[in-house]
C-alpha cells in the first residue's frame, strides 16, 4: 500500500509527464522514384526563402535568412555521414558563376557538368521561429518548415522530395508524441534542435544517400 509520501510522489510525476514537451507536427508522404541507384555526389544548393515570405515582418525574415544559412550547414553536416562520396557545399557555388538564363533546371544541369555532379539537393525554408521561454517553459515554442528536393542534373528528373512541419506543442495536448518527447528529454527545445532533427531524419529515409 502507498504512503501518503509516495501518493504525492507519484501525482507530481504524473503531472510533470502530461505538462512535459511533445511535438505536433504535419507530416507529408514522401516521394521517391522506383528504381534508386547510389548517389556518389550531391551539389547542396544554397537554401531558398520563398517569394511570399517577402511580406513578413523584418524580424520574421531575419529569421527566415538565418534558418536557411542553418539548414544549409546542417544538411552538409548530415550528407557527411552517409553514403556520398563527393558533397558540394553552398559556400562553393556562391564563389564561382554560372549561367542562369536558362531556368532552374537549366541551371541545375550547367552546375552539374561543370562539377562533374550527378546531383542536387535543393533545399526551401517557410518557418523558422525562436522559441520564447525556456527548456522547462515557453511563451511560445519553437517552429520549422521546409521541404528538400533531389534532382538529377543531367535530365533534370525529380528523384526524391521530402517536407518538415513542426510546431512543438505540450505533451498533454498530443498525448501520441510520448516517444519524441522521451527522446528530447521531456523539453521545450530551441527551432535549431527542431531543424537539425527533422533534417537528419528526412534524410536518413532517402535510399540514395544511405
Avoid at 30 to 54: A, G, H, L
Avoid at 162 to 174: D, G, I, R, W
Wanted: charged content about 25%; glycine content about 6%.
Amino acid at each position: 500500500m502507498l504512503n501518503q509520501g509516495n501518493v504525492l510522489q507519484l501525482s507530481v510525476t504524473l503531472l510533470v509527464t502530461f505538462l512535459i514537451v511533445g511535438c505536433g507536427e504535419k507530416r507529408v508522404a514522401e516521394f521517391s522514384q522506383d528504381e534508386v541507384r547510389p548517389v556518389t555526389c550531391v551539389i547542396v544548393m544554397p537554401t531558398k526563402v520563398p517569394y511570399e515570405q517577402s511580406e513578413k515582418s523584418s524580424k520574421d525574415r531575419d529569421e527566415l535568412r538565418s534558418g536557411a544559412l542553418f539548414l544549409e550547414d546542417v544538411l552538409r553536416q548530415e550528407l557527411q555521414k552517409s553514403k556520398v562520396s563527393r558533397i558540394l557545399d553552398p559556400s562553393r557555388l556562391r564563389s564561382r558563376t554560372y549561367d542562369t538564363s536558362g531556368g532552374t533546371y537549366n541551371v541545375l544541369h550547367e552546375i552539374g557538368k561543370q562539377e562533374k555532379c550527378e546531383t542536387a539537393l535543393l533545399s526551401t525554408i517557410s518557418a523558422f521561429r525562436k522559441r520564447q521561454g525556456t527548456e522547462y517553459a515557453v511563451d511560445e515554442p519553437a517552429s520549422a518548415a521546409f521541404a528538400l528536393k533531389l534532382i538529377d542534373t543531367q535530365t533534370g528528373q525529380n528523384l526524391w522530395m521530402s517536407s518538415f512541419n513542426e510546431t512543438q506543442v505540450s505533451l498533454m495536448s498530443n498525448l501520441l508524441s510520448f516517444k519524441t518527447a522521451m527522446s528530447r528529454g521531456f523539453k521545450w527545445i530551441s527551432v535549431e534542435d527542431l531543424v537539425a532533427n527533422g533534417a537528419q531524419e528526412k534524410l536518413r529515409k532517402c535510399a540514395y544517400f544511405y
